[in-house]
């Protein structure tokens, strides 16, 4: 940051300074001016300066303050903008060599350690107009009770500045700011005094700025550094190499290779996207206990879903036409996708009224993250870490503040998962587009199953809990995601076209298949009223056996040995805990052979074990057994896990809870299917037959006794869990219901 051009990355001010001698003491108002005549120029080279495509008339020092133990200030500055309007930035400096030379004073790391440590010791610092404030939390003392030494500052940042300071503690400085709490601070504040909730890395302390009539300002927030293996967008990326390689070699196979790996694999990540799923559940269940008035759950007002509706397609309106402008300038295969997109606007912007449905459901809104992807999300040991809480750093701090639909959390990583498997694919198939033809539906399969994962993990710690931000019924909660989805999705096509051209095609694809989806049609009307059937969910209540198979030949001898409910946990109760995605590899033995010891062989063969084919647990016992032993049978050595995880063996017990819901009609039978947990369809399907000794699933039972419908009775019987997940049964079941009624099943 220099007057001069000498002031260069191959020349950069402070070389010189080293053979000259000592610096003199530069007052903060002297270093405030000569940043403020340096900055016009400067600014525009500056990843987090948001004025880039506007005309900068000038910068005018807001306030200063010297930081103590250097020679550098805290600095305020408002840029002022030719067209009227301003913006302030953080930029603390220092003095440089030559004749009013200054630098951006985060490149010191002297300058650095002395922001904790004024936050150590409660710091206040005078400017000319107001206070700079170093206000630490209790466990700044107890993570870093030492003055650091080292100090780090984090490549790439975008909108702020990071420092990390020796694996310890995390600052980070907010570039531009504005008066209020950041959503930063706030929320971390929140989460870490007054919840449990340790998906988040811990405040530690912050920085504000206190003017004479405005409120504060957050300039600062520190927090716990949290060891990690990195972001989760690119380890997805990372995991995405070995599944499209896996499935490539299937496809080279010449038909004889079923992908059964590239599936494991897939199995894989949705599991964890499960996971994330249930992280992110918790989250939003954490921030709705709040109390406070700035971060406390409100009730969402008609009003205000209309508003949000309008305000939607009204931005839908705005994109489509920036859209019909340059779409000509497109390649032909994007054209294509933007001639259909433009096509399906009437579809999309009737899909948006699908909000309407949240007014009616009272449902609460709440503080959420706001800018929620995988980017924002640390892999740490074997969990997550959520970061980054202000929000989309472009729009007005009191936007992202605003309460919202804790679903605009939910539809911004749903579509993060899109962009992974996009770019995952554009990464496999970089050689041509014969490649990219017969990978794509590959990718599309990765992302519809993490998709529903992620989904499953955030419903079962929300929705089926009974949580006042989400609407209860199912079918407008599906709405409602659907509407918020699209409205990512455009969001995503504007900045495409602002920023990334080549990028364009992702949210086209989107809002392709937003366009695609059809409402369900009404079902007939059922004539004739029956006796009830009641619907009972389960629970698993899970207990560690204490057993553990290092290799293949020590699980088939352990598997020999454990009770029958082990074995009935590991095969049947496989598809309870995978209730959206059970999987290439549908047990437990499989899935590890296939994916901790990369054993496919085995893996493939395990699966091949179907445990409906078995009239009782021991049964099943001893064709698991004699599988692994023809496998081992022709081999050397005995394959084991090296770098994977051990074979935990778990039994279980399962626990009856009545739902409350009984019908009495086929049309309120369907209804009520589409309604109930999981938990339920597993109960009446698997449940039922094996454990329970029924011979058949009840659901079959109750349609043939209670209603006669001996047709749809047999169909239903017929519908396996096992070739698929619980949730492809309940779609299988409800499918069959509205074939019977538009039928005009009247029993």
Excluded at 704 to 713: I, P, S, T, Y
Aim: charged content about 25%.
């Amino acid at each position: 940051m220099a007057e001069k051009p000498r002031a260069s990355p191959r020349n950069p001010p402070g070389r010189a300074a080293a053979r000259r001698g000592p610096r003199k003491t530069v007052r903060p108002e002297e270093l405030a001016a000569r940043a403020a005549a340096a900055l016009p120029g400067w600014l525009r080279t500056q990843r987090w300066f948001g004025g880039g495509t506007r005309s900068v008339a000038g910068v005018v020092p807001v306030d200063t303050a010297a930081v103590p133990g250097t020679s550098g200030v805290l600095a305020l500055f408002e840029v002022r903008y030719a067209d009227g309007g301003c913006e302030t930035y953080s930029v603390p400096v220092l003095p440089a060599p030559g004749k009013g030379d200054i630098r951006d004073a985060m490149t010191s790391p002297e300058f650095c350690r002395a922001l904790p440590e004024s936050m150590r010791t409660q710091a206040a610092l005078p400017g000319r107009r107001g206070v700079f404030r170093f206000t630490p939390t209790p466990l700044l003392a107890e993570v870093a009770p030492d003055p650091p030494r080292a100090v780090s500052r984090v490549a790439g940042e975008q909108t702020n500045t990071t420092v990390i300071y020796d694996s310890r503690v995390v600052l980070k400085l907010f570039r531009r700011v504005e008066h209020g709490a950041n959503p930063e601070f706030e929320i971390a504040d929140f989460l870490t005094r007054h919840t449990d909730f340790r998906g988040v890395p811990r405040l530690l302390g912050s920085i504000t700025y206190e003017g004479p009539a405005e409120g504060p300002a957050t300039l600062a927030v520190a927090r716990e550094f949290v060891p990690n293996q990195g972001d989760a967008w690119t380890a997805t990326l990372g995991r995405l190499v070995d599944y499209f390689a896996a499935a490539q070699e299937s496809l080279e196979a010449e038909g004889t290779g079923d992908g059964a790996f590239a599936r494991a694999l897939a199995d894989a990540d949705a599991e964890e996207a499960r996971r994330l799923g249930a992280l992110t559940g918790q989250l939003h269940t954490a921030l709705a206990s709040a109390a406070d008035p700035a971060l406390a759950p409100e009730t969402v007002s008609t009003a205000e879903v209309v508003a949000w509706r309008e305000g939607m397609q009204a931005y839908l309106d705005r994109v489509m036409q920036t859209l019909a402008s340059v779409h000509e300038t497109l390649t032909p295969a994007v054209r294509d996708l933007a001639h259909r997109t433009l096509e399906s606007v009437p579809r999309l912007r009737e899909s948006l009224t699908a909000l309407d449905a949240l007014g009616a459901a009272v449902v609460a809104k709440i503080r959420v993250h706001g800018d929620y992807h995988l980017g924002q999300v640390l892999k740490a040991g074997g969990g997550f870490q959520i970061l980054d809480f202000e929000g989309e750093p472009a729009r007005p701090l009191a936007e992202r503040r605003a309460k919202q639909c804790a679903l605009k959390d939910v539809a911004g990583m749903l579509r993060s998962f899109a962009y992974a498997a996009e770019s995952g694919l554009a990464a496999a198939s970089v050689a041509s587009s014969e490649a990219r033809e017969r990978l794509a539906p590959w990718a599309e399969r990765w992302e519809e199953r993490v998709q529903a994962a992620f989904l499953e993990g955030y419903l079962a710690e929300t929705w089926q809990r009974g949580v006042g931000f989400l609407p209860s019924d199912r079918d407008g909660l599906e709405a409602a995601l659907r509407a918020f989805t699209v409205d990512k999705t455009v969001y995503e096509l504007q900045y495409e076209l602002d920023h990334r051209p080549a990028w364009v095609r992702i949210p086209l694809e989107g809002l392709r298949r937003a366009a695609m989806f059809a409402p369900r049609p009404a079902p007939a009307i059922l004539r004739r009223e029956v006796g009830p059937f009641l619907f009972v969910a389960c629970l698993e209540l899970r207990e560690f056996v204490g057993l553990r198979a290092e290799n293949e030949r020590h699980l088939a001898d352990l598997i020999d040995e454990v009770s029958l409910d082990s074995i009935y946990y590991h095969t049947h109760g496989f598809f309870l805990r995978h209730k959206f995605v059970a999987g290439a590899y549908p047990n437990d033995f499989a899935t590890w052979a296939a994916v901790q010891v990369r054993d496919r062989v085995l893996g493939e063969r395990l699966a091949m074990v179907d445990p409906a084919q078995f009239p009782n647990l021991q049964a099943l016992r001893e064709e698991l057994v004699s599988v692994i032993d023809d496998r081992l049978r022709g081999l050397q050595i005995i394959p084991g896990v090296l770098l994977g995880e051990p074979f935990e063996f778990i039994q279980s017990r399962t626990v009856e809870i009545p739902t409350g819901t009984e019908v009495r009609t086929l049309e309120a039978f369907r209804n009520a299917l589409l309604d109930v947990d999981a938990s339920a369809i597993y109960y009446h399907l698997v449940e039922a037959r094996m454990r329970l000794g029924r011979g058949q699933n009840d659901f079959a039972a109750w349609l043939e006794d209670g209603l006669g419908l001996q047709a749809l009775a047999a169909k239903v019987r017929a519908v396996d869990p096992y070739a698929g997940s619980l949730e492809r049964a309940r779609t299988r079941l409800i499918q069959l219901c509205d074939e019977a009624l538009a039928a005009g099943a009247r029993r």
